[in-house]
Nanobody
């Protein structure tokens, strides 16, 4: 069983930066990959970034490439999402999802709001 908790959301202005954290507990060594998703009001949830265990592989959604960076700190069992040059369209609830061989575990989400 894995439990993930997101943190770091908030209200920022256009062009500012923010770093989100996704901390895993329970059995973090069983995690193969962690993804960050976001969901804006009335919009389907979309994949923002993904990373394999230990950071060996990363992938980004088209709209965030070059602005967002995902990283994995094994010592802290935490995956970070560094977001720069934030735009109003980046507003939404950001969720992390931990994938094990048998199951997926989702957090409760953290709100990011970008004002123009």
């Amino acid at each position: 069983q894995v439990h993930v908790v997101e943190s770091g959301g908030g209200l920022v202005r256009l062009g500012e930066s923010l770093t989100l954290s996704c901390t895993a507990s329970g059995n973090p060594f069983s995690i193969n990959a962690i993804d960050w998703y976001r969901q804006a009001s009335g919009v389907q949830r979309e994949l923002v970034a993904a990373i394999g265990n230990g950071g060996v592989a990363t992938n980004y959604g088209y709209s965030v490439r070059g602005r967002f960076t995902i990283s994995w700190d094994n010592a802290k069992n935490t995956v970070y999402l560094q977001m720069t040059n934030l735009q109003p369209e980046d507003t939404g609830v950001y969720y992390c999802a931990a994938h094990t061989r048998c199951d997926d575990f989702w957090g409760q989400g953290t709100q990011v709001t970008v004002s123009s």
